[in-house]
Each structure stands twice: as C-alpha cells, then as structure tokens.
C-alpha cells in the first residue's frame, strides 16, 4: 500500500488535533478542483485550497514540518510527521492526484505557440527548484541566435513549469477529500 | 536546538494598524522559510507568520480581511530585508 507523509508545522491549520483521531481535511473542503487551483497551490501561496498536500518523501515532509512551523518546535511543543497509507483504489470520497501528470496532461501538445517550455540555459531548472539559493540562473539573459535582435530578457518560466519543478522536487502528490483517520497510521515529533 | 537566527524589522516596515512587525528569525540557515514575529497593540503574538522566500509570500492571516490583505502586502519588503541579510551571513 503507497505511504505518504504530511508534515504539520506547529501553530498551522492541522497542529491543533491528532490527525489519528480526526483525519485529514482540507482548508477549504467546499472548494472547487482545476488543474489552475492545483497549479496555484504549488507554485503560489494560496493555502485556501481543497487539496491536501503529502509527500512520497519523510525528508521532504520532515523539512516542511520543522522550517514551517509558526513557532520554533521543540520537544514540549513539536511539529508533526504522519504517515498516510491510502490504498489502491483510495477510499470513497477520496481522489490522489499526480500533480505531474495532472498539468502535463494539459500540456502535451508541443506545437501550440505558448509552451511550458523554457528557453534558458541547462541551470535554469535549478533556478526554478531554488530560487534563493540559485536564483542567478532564473535572471540569466536568454541566450537567442546571433544577430536576431532580440530583446535581452531572461527566460521564459510559466507556473506549469513551476508546478512541476516543486512538486517533483518536494515528491508532492495533491489528495482531494477528506482522508479517513484509519488511514493515519503514525506520528513523528519534530524539533 | 540550534539558537535562531534574526533580522530587526523595528521601523523597517511600517505598521498596519495595530499591527508592528519586530523581526524575522529561522534556525536553519537553509530554510525556505523564515517567521516574521510581530505584536498586537504592543503585545508580541505566539505564533508568527510564515514567510515562504521562495514564492516572497506570507502564508498566514492576521486580523480581518484588509488587515490580513495589508500585511501579505509587506511580503516583498520583508524578503529584501531577509535575503540581503542570509546571503550576507552565508
């Protein structure tokens, strides 16, 4: 059965209740789905979304419990790991979407005129993936066939090219519904 | 657990109403995320707000709706502040 891990830092939405007990729910349970709304909970800061957030990943899942947290964790006051088993097929009610899969099925013709394709150098991708600590490679001038007068610019970054960059970066699957306490099957204290 | 870092944000961002920013603070020097710590009429609150540096955002609300919208508003400012600073500590 897949495992998956939601990490819940200290003071946000899911940090007041045992998610053993209560399962998981949405911040906005009546809310629409779209691809546009999966593409905005990745790549932007919407957090009034119907999806729930998990990882394939304890690191990742790790990493998002300690670093956002509202409070600093600590062993009197964790953060959260849990471990979601969600069989196949998902309990009613309950829909696991690839993120990936979902935009990249928006996008799979490649002669449209506007892709989601960049039109940077090979260290662009590391730009999108992090963009602090490399975000030299985001502002990096397209580089365009000599003496096509082209406009100096960087390159061309959509929000489908950001969604899946962080959402294979943070091994992220989108889960629609509620998931049924039964399905969290552990806790880990983070600090 | 490792002391964490700070930026002051006192008189480098300007107050919403009640609303006065202190400073930003983050205990892994990696972290896409820092917590901006603020007070409510002069009370500094609990829990603070989460500044995500990779989409320059705030992701929590404070107050009501325009209070909230003003403070994601400060996102940008606060990031400069954050940013220059990390990247200058390493």
């Known amino acids: 059965m897949p495992r998956f891990y939601k990490g819940v830092g200290v003071g946000t939405f899911l940090h007041g209740t045992d998610l053993r007990v209560s399962g998981i729910s949405p911040r906005s349970p009546g809310a629409s789905y779209t691809v546009n709304v999966a593409m905005q909970h990745i790549a932007r800061a919407t957090t009034n979304s119907p999806c729930i957030s998990m990882s394939r990943s304890y690191g990742v899942a790790e990493m998002y419990a300690r670093d956002a947290s509202r409070a600093f964790p600590t062993a009197a006051n964790p953060a959260f790991v849990y471990e979601v088993d969600i069989p196949d097929p998902p309990p009613p009610g309950v829909t696991v979407l690839d993120p990936v ?83 969290v099957i552990n806790r880990h204290d983070v600090y | 657990m490792a002391e964490p870092n700070s930026v002051d944000l006192h008189g480098k961002i300007s107050d919403i109403g009640a609303v006065h920013f202190l400073r930003a603070e983050w205990q892994n020097p990696q972290s896409r995320f820092v917590l901006i710590r603020y ?36 996102a940008q400012d606060i990031w400069k502040i954050v940013v220059d600073v990390r990247f200058r500590r390493g």
Do not use: C, W
Request: negative net charge.
């Open chain 1, 101 to 183: 899969i979902e935009v990249a099925a928006q996008n799979a013709n490649p002669l449209i005129s506007i892709s989601y394709h960049h039109d940077g150098d090979m260290n662009f991708l590391l730009g999108v993936a992090n963009p602090i600590g490399m975000g030299a490679h985001l502002t990096a001038p397209a580089k365009q066939p000599g003496g096509s007068g082209g406009t100096r610019r960087a390159p061309n970054l959509t929000i489908e090219l950001e969604t899946f960059v962080r959402a294979l970066r943070d091994a992220e699957v989108l889960v629609l519904g509620p998931v049924p306490a039964a399905r």
């Open chain 2, 39 to 74: 007070a409510v009429d002069a009370k500094e609150e609990r829990y603070g707000l989460r500044l995500d540096l990779d989409k320059k955002a705030i992701l929590d609300d404070v107050g009501d709706a325009a209070t909230a919208r003003a403070v994601k508003e400060r």
